[in-house]
């Protein structure tokens, strides 16, 4: 079955604690990207990859880190300086790793509740 | 700065009325546009991309550079159109999303 697998769906954390979202794709896709989705604020781009071993910042990078070592895995780290981690994430991935003129292709998410 | 604006936060019609969701963005460059769409319980997807003009679930965007708008129109709404829209902006190797419209439409 191809496609996105976010994991976990429920992540509860305390303050102060770093957690770290998991993202694997199957479809052999150059390109992945996080965002997070947050009522009336639509979706913000936190990292994105257009190929292994590299990855550019979003529009709200800060408090959060990733890697990307292997081409179908992109873990999101959110880290104890987010300062409102509390969030539903969307993890995506598309063909091209140039010019988004295609589909993007989304995990189901990973809703944070940090306590 | 490039950016993606839809007006409305919430959008509520009737089964067999006309629905327009309304989608503005800025963007000094020529624009890639998208509609995307999340139905109840299930994964944020493609609807349509301006550069294919193709019509989906009878759906149609229109991109209108005078007035930089790709606003999502659809002449009789059904009850499965009810969901969460997204319009949105290419930047290169980014897309950049909109705050989205929860459109209901009652029967």
């Known amino acids: 079955d191809g496609g996105i697998t976010q994991s976990p769906k429920y992540l509860f954390r305390k303050e102060g604690q770093n957690v770290t979202l998991s993202c694997e794709q199957n479809?052999?896709?150059?390109?992945m990207y996080w965002y997070r989705q947050d009522p009336g604020q639509g979706l913000r781009l936190i990292y994105y990859?257009?190929?292994?071993?590299?990855?550019q910042k979003g529009d709200i990078a800060e408090g959060y880190s990733v890697s990307r070592e292997k081409k179908e895995s992109f873990p999101l780290t959110v880290t104890s300086a987010q300062k409102n981690p509390t969030a539903f994430y969307l993890c995506a991935s598309s063909i091209s790793s140039g010019m988004v003129t295609g589909e993007l292709f989304f995990g189901e998410g990973s809703r944070l509740t940090v306590l | 700065a490039q950016r993606v604006t839809q007006p409305e936060k919430l959008l509520s019609v009737f089964k067999g009325a006309p629905v327009e969701l309304k989608c503005n963005y800025s963007?000094?460059?020529?624009?890639?546009l998208f509609w995307y769409v999340q139905y109840s319980r299930q994964r944020l997807q493609l609807l349509l991309r301006?550069?294919s003009r193709e019509s989906i679930k009878g759906f149609t965007a229109d991109l209108n550079k005078g007035e930089t708008s790709f606003h999502l129109k659809k002449p009789f709404a059904q009850e499965e159109d009810s969901a969460m829209y997204y319009c949105?902006?290419?930047?290169?190797?980014?897309?950049?999303f909109g705050e989205g419209t929860q459109l209901t439409v009652n029967p």
């Open positions: 963007y000094s460059g020529s624009p890639e």
């Open positions: 949105a902006l290419s930047r290169g190797s980014r897309l950049t």
């Open positions: 479809l052999n896709h150059d390109a």
């Open positions: 990859s257009q190929i292994v071993n590299d990855f």
């Open positions: 301006h550069i």
